[in-house]
Nanobody
Framework: QVHLVESGGGLVQAGGSLRLSCAASSGTFRIYTMGWFRQAPGKEREFVANVNPSGRNTNYADSVKGRFTISRDNAQNTAYLQMNSLKPEDTAVYYC?????????????WGQGTQVTVSS
């Protein structure tokens, strides 16, 4: 069992930055690919980024490439999502999940989500 808790969301102006954190309750965190997903009102949950267990390999949705960076600290059982150059269309509830493959239906553990709102 892995309990995930996201933090770091908030309200930011377009062009600004936020850093999301996902803290895991269990050391088994380190065996999972970790993923970030987001869901805007009226839209399906979508893949944002993931990072493999070692932290060496990452993948991003085309919509966030070059702006977002995913990372992890296995010693702290925490994954991060650094979001730069934010746009109003990035507004959504952001979730971390494990395992975090691009198909969210494969994820077993989810956090409660953190709201990110980007004003124009």
């Amino acid at each position: 069992q892995v309990h995930l808790v996201e933090s770091g969301g908030g309200l930011v102006q377009a062009g600004g930055s936020l850093r999301l954190s996902c803290a895991a309750s269990s050391g088994t965190f380190r065996i999972y690919t970790m993923g970030w997903f987001r869901q805007a009102p009226g839209k399906e949950r979508e893949f944002v980024a993931n990072v493999n267990p070692s932290g060496r390999n990452t993948n991003y949705a085309d919509s966030v490439k070059g702006r977002f960076t995913i990372s992890r600290d296995n010693a702290q059982n925490t994954a991060y999502l650094q979001m730069n150059s934010l746009k109003p269309e990035d507004t959504a509830v952001y979730y971390c999940a494990a395992p975090g493959y691009s198909d969210y239906t494969q994820s077993r553990y989810w956090g409660q989500g953190t709201q990110v709102t980007v004003s124009s």
